[in-house]
């Protein structure tokens, strides 16, 4: 069992010593069946640990334990320490494909959406995808499967991809965030930033030359724009990732489409994605 934690919290009393209670430390800890987890914060921690993110301030507070306290404990084997510097997401580097990265990261608990999570929706594709969509997070369907828009919403994703002239397994699709929010609510900033470098570097490795993205959520953790969708859609974006600078299409999210199923609203995606599949297509010079 390793941790890889630069601090880890769990409350033990009302006093933080637990004492009154009689309840020891190692008493209070999880073991979870995954074999490796990134932990960003105390308050992360303390919420994965009584699955509760309401008590997670409190517990931070209660008590704090270091790696080594959790040896001497014997409740972990190993400690992987805190990268030089405090980089969080140093880690990742490291890995030098998807499949790499997906290990290093698929047993994150390092926001509150973890511990609730079925199964881990890392994203699906062409690992050298020119084309790349960029949703808001897994949905019932998904957390259940482990596989990004495979609901209804995924279904009509496959029909728009179709009618571009490609598959679903020719383009990459992924989501913010990579645990279902409760009752498919839309991710806090916090859990969105928390999750962010995992997808900077699946962008790293895929190296697309479009990226589209799905609702208002992508379009304002990538893009930094926090205008409303309908106005932002068919608008290029750029952003840069990984020393890239990457055109990126704003559109719809295909869940919307489907509660606003009218004309106005299909017109306008499959205008958003002709737009991006037409920059595709531009020759290598232009």
């Known amino acids: 069992f390793r941790l890889r934690v630069p601090i880890i919290a769990t ?3 009302e006093g933080g010593s637990g004492g009154a209670l009689g309840i020891g430390v190692a008493d209070r800890l999880l073991m979870f069946e995954h074999s490796v987890y990134t932990v960003a914060s105390p308050e992360a921690c303390a919420s994965i640990l009584w699955r509760d993110a309401a008590k997670a301030p409190a517990a931070a507070e209660a008590l704090k334990i270091t790696g080594p306290d959790l040896l001497q404990l014997g409740v972990i084997d190993t400690v992987l320490p805190e990268p030089a510097g405090g980089n969080h997401w140093a880690p990742l580097q490291a890995a030098a494909t998807l499949t790499d990265l997906q290990c290093t990261i698929e047993g994150c608990l390092a926001c509150p959406l973890g511990p609730g999570r079925m199964k881990f929706v890392f994203g699906e594709g062409d690992p050298a995808a020119r084309l790349m969509f960029v ?7 998904e957390d259940l499967q482990g596989r990004p828009f495979v609901g209804k919403a995924g279904e009509l994703l496959d029909k728009m991809i179709g009618a571009l002239g490609l598959t679903r397994e020719a383009t990459y699709i992924a989501n913010i965030v990579k645990c279902r929010p409760p009752d498919n609510r839309t991710p806090t900033p916090e859990e969105a930033r928390t999750c962010l470098g995992y997808l900077h570097r699946q962008i790293e490795l895929i190296r697309p030359d479009v990226i589209v993205t799905l609702g208002a959520t992508p379009l304002r953790e990538l893009a930094g724009i926090t205008e409303g969708i309908t106005k932002m859609r068919g608008q290029w974006q750029r952003i840069q990732v990984g020393g890239r600078e990457i055109p990126l299409m704003p559109t719809f999210h295909p869940a919307y489409v489907l509660r ?8 306008a995606v499959w205008q958003d994605l002709q737009a991006a599949k037409e920059w595709l297509d531009r020759p290598a010079d232009s």
Not at 135 to 141: I, L, V
Not at 260 to 267: G, L, S
């Open 260 to 267: 606003q199923y009218t004309q106005d609203v299909r017109r």
């Open 135 to 141: 949703g808001e997070g897994p949905g019932r369907d």
């Open 11 to 13: 409350v033990i009393g």
